[in-house]
Nanobody, 116 residues
């Protein structure tokens, strides 16, 4: 069983920045990918960004390209999401995901609210 704990969410004004962290209780180097997803009220959960822990290959949703950066620290079993130039439409609960070969794990989520 792997536990994921997100932190770093909060309230920020449009144009501001936040950095989310996701600390895993297991080795992220063993995953196929680590990712951040988000879910806004009344909407489906959507992909924000993913990263492969071994080679650091990243993938971003079009809506966040150029503004968000995903990174990882394998030694700390932690994944980060640096969010810059935040917009009101970025408001959502952000979830960390760990994709192992045998199953996915999810964190409990952290709220990000961007005021316009």
């Amino acid at each position: 069983q792997v536990q994921l704990v997100e932190s770093g969410g909060g309230l920020v004004q449009a144009g501001g920045s936040l950095r989310l962290s996701c600390a895993a209780s297991g080795s992220i180097a063993s995953t196929n990918a680590m990712g951040w997803y988000r879910q806004a009220p009344g909407k489906q959960r959507e992909l924000v960004a993913t990263i492969t822990p071994r080679f650091g290959v990243t993938n971003y949703a079009d809506s966040v390209k150029g503004r968000f950066t995903i990174s990882r620290d394998n030694a700390k079993n932690t994944v980060y999401l640096q969010m810059n130039s935040l917009k009101a439409e970025d408001t959502a609960v952000y979830f960390c995901n760990a994709r192992y070969a045998y199953r996915d794990y999810w964190g409990q989520g952290t709220q990000v609210t961007v005021s316009s």
